[in-house]
């Protein structure tokens, strides 16, 4: 009830498949961050593409509590 008519969504995930985690919600302003642990090289592309914002290398969430604050 208390997130019913919110409408702004800030994904998080660590796989390109969690993008599905939005489905069926309806949103106005979508951001996807994603956090590229393994594969660099083979994943990258692929990250860069489906996710707004990529975080590399195990990273912490200093960038995302950064990025709320401004927000």
Do not use: A, Q
């Not at 994943?43 to 290398?57: A, N, R």
């Amino acid at each position: 009830e208390k997130i019913k008519n919110r409408k702004n969504v800030i994904l998080l995930g660590d796989g390109v498949n969690d993008i599905g985690m939005v489905e069926g919600f309806e949103y106005e302003n979508l951001l996807k961050v994603g956090f590229l642990n393994f594969n660099f090289k083979e994943l990258e592309s692929e990250y860069k593409t489906k996710f707004d914002i990529v975080l590399e290398g195990d990273d912490d969430f200093n960038f995302i509590n950064k990025l709320i604050k401004k927000l």
